[in-house]
């Protein structure tokens, strides 16, 4: 009965501004007001991924949990794993509010947030706190705006967060920070990738073991910036990729308005251009490396679909926004229901299936 509920309850968030909304739900989270909604164990659904096993495929992505506040609440909503952060080094309030925009008739989301957190004690601190606690909680490690050193934060963040972090997510990708992105081109990304996988080797010596390091890229490269980082990725000892941030384009938005906001686009209006460049990156670094899927996923279906062009894995969040906290729940119970039509022992057959389609995909 979650579903029904959830989603009155989330549209009833409406009334509050985007981001007071948020707090919100996260307050509802910490106080035990969403329920849990634990889904069966289904081992068609479940993988070894970079090393890590996944009970299932579906994963919160970075961005609702800045803070590391509700880690083992999110995971009790039938999420498969999660990801906290971006962390900073330093605390930041990020950019002038009001800075996330609802576009309700496309069922996407604008923000231009800025990478606003509590700063790497605070997040901490509770991930800390939560040590023995099981489940797969990945940290999303950022640069502060001001610092004098992009490449120093990021190592910051690795060494500070490896002894808690299941996996960890560079994210180089945010269009909110001044210069982030440039950090994806070739000769930035290779001392960048340099630095960290240094920094995780040394951690894994001390630590007895390796962390995977995940590189979270944009949706709007080009096909030569996409030939780079698939060069770098692969040259590297990177765990993976996720595919990806939200995107500039406004392309065929209803709202009009809202469209004219700056900021990152996310949810529905996002799937076709995240899921293209998922496709062209996978059939560039080849079959081995992992691939975690993002964006506009709000149904089995899609995850499916991300899936079959190239995902391991798959994330979502601003669709949540619109469905409820029942809707990864519903989602895991649907790719079970796939797989009993498709008639597959793993979903990891599935994969690469419609690959071919979703590389010819124009963007």
Known sequence: MIGPFAGLASRSLFVFDPETAHGLSIAALKTGVVPACRVPADPRLAQTVAGIPFPNPIGLAAGYDKNAEVPDAILKLGFGFTEVGTVTPKPQAGNDKPRIFRLVDDRGVINRLGFNNEGHEAAFARLSAR??????????IGANKDTADRVADYVLGIRKFYGLATYFTVNISSPNTPGLRDLQARGSLKVLLDAVLAARMEEAMRHGKSVPVFLKIAPDLTEEGLDDIAAEATSHPLDGLIVSNTTLSRDGL??????????GLSGAPLFRRSTAVLAKMRSRVGPGLPIIGVGGVSSAGDALEKIRAGA??????SCMVYEGPGLPATIVR????????EKVSSIR????????????TKL
Request: glycine share 8%; no cysteine.
């Open 131 to 140: 040590r023995n606690a099981r489940g797969i909680v990945g940290v999303n």
């Open 254 to 263: 209803k709202d009009q308005v809202q469209a004219k906001e700056a900021g």
């Open 312 to 317: 391991d894995l798959v994330q979502l969040y």
């Open 334 to 341: 649907g790719l079970s229901s796939l797989l009993d039509r």
């Open 349 to 360: 057959e599935l994969r690469d299936t419609r690959l071919d389609q979703w590389v010819d």
